[in-house]
């Protein structure tokens, strides 16, 4: 329901009871008087699965949020980001996703995280006449199967994978077969193990020898490395998260295993480092975003995202949702919005042929350009990781 939904000094947050929301206003205190307001829906995991990018994301929200607070907010009028926890969890992503379009009526939703989640969401942004974005799932196809209302903000596996794979066998020429280790419970880590990397590896003459399997949440990992011992492959691909690729990887090196290793997008955080700690010398994953780039805007960025998380450095998903924000700003200022309750469907309409005709917006990944299939077209740059950072491989 639009209207004001409280007041808040610049940066605070409002938990609410029941589904966990934020309601993350741009409003001043002040007195009891009725204001337009913009509302902007978030989903993301704050909680359970995958919380740590959620949370991450959300310190991304909070800079956008104090940036349009500097600027006025929007066309003069205030921002509310209502961000929800779907908890990693289709049935939240479907329930949420449905009360910001029905109940709260917001411009646009930006989320859900994970591809699983998307895939879910994407439909509901179809019916409900919305704009969806998602910021982060890499699952190919995702957003071209829910056109024209679907959107995705990031570089889909298979766009990146063969640059990876490329750039992994130009630096490993006797790489002849493969053994890949893929997450199985996660959408976008099994189709990425189970169709993107056999598809680029075959294409380049690789032989996979076997394909081993893992679950998001498993704690141990050496049957499956023991299992690849065994085969004793020229080279190793582990598709997963950050959490479990860094585990897994720490256990290959820990088994004595020598191979070169590349990782899913997945893998291309920088918890990933931590967590494999020197075991991810050497690991090569590729990203549209690079926390080392020494572009002068891009440093200061992550060095502003750093003084907020206590040290963090931003992933590629936090700059993502940075740019995302923004692009909207720029579709509800350049397109016509009114923002009036009775313009909601003409709004909404409004914003989503503003993305679909979006060229080269100066976002902090890079130009960003959605193509047909409502995928933003990034350049993806391939990093290996040495001394505990990504450094960019020539």
Known sequence: MKGVKGFFQNGNITMRTGATMLVMSLAALGPSISYAEIDIGILAPLSGKGASYGQHQKVAVEMAQEKLAEEGGIK????????????????????????LIYNDEVLAVIGPYFSAETEVAFPLGVRGETPVITASSAKPGIAAKNRPWAFRNALASDQMNGHLVEAWLKANPDIKNVVILTDVKDAFTKIDGTAVFPAVLKERGIEILDNISF????????????????????????????????????????????????????????????????????????????????????????????????????????????????????????????????????????????????????????????????????????????????????
């Open 76 to 99: 003069g009028e205030k921002v509310n980001f209502l961000f929800y926890d779907t908890r990693g969890e289709n049935a939240e992503a479907i329930s949420q996703t449905r009360r």
């Open 215 to 394: 679950q998001t949440g498993d704690v141990d990992y050496a049957a499956q490395v023991t299992k690849t011992k065994q085969i004793n492959p020229d080279g190793i691909v582990v598709a997963g998260l950050y959490n479990e690729g860094g585990n897994v990887v720490r256990e290959i090196r820990k088994q004595g295993l020598t191979q070169p290793v590349i990782g899913a997008l997945g893998m291309s955080e920088a918890k990933f480092l931590d967590i494999a700690g020197k075991s991810s010398e050497g690991v090569m994953v590729v990203m549209p975003f690079w926390t080392d780039n020494p572009d002068p805007r891009v440093a200061q960025w992550v060095a502003e995202y750093q003084k907020r998380s206590g040290g963090d450095k931003p992933g590629n998903t936090d700059a993502l949702i940075y740019d995302t924000i923004f692009m909207l700003k720029t579709c509800i200022e350049k397109s016509g919005v009114t923002n009036k309750p009775d313009q909601l469907k003409e709004d909404r309409k409004k914003i989503r042929d503003c993305l679909d005709n979006m060229t080269d917006y100066p976002g902090i990944v890079g130009p960003i350009t959605f193509n047909e299939d409502g995928d933003a077209i990034l350049q993806p740059t391939v990093l290996k990781a040495e001394g505990g950072k990504w450094v960019t491989v020539k």
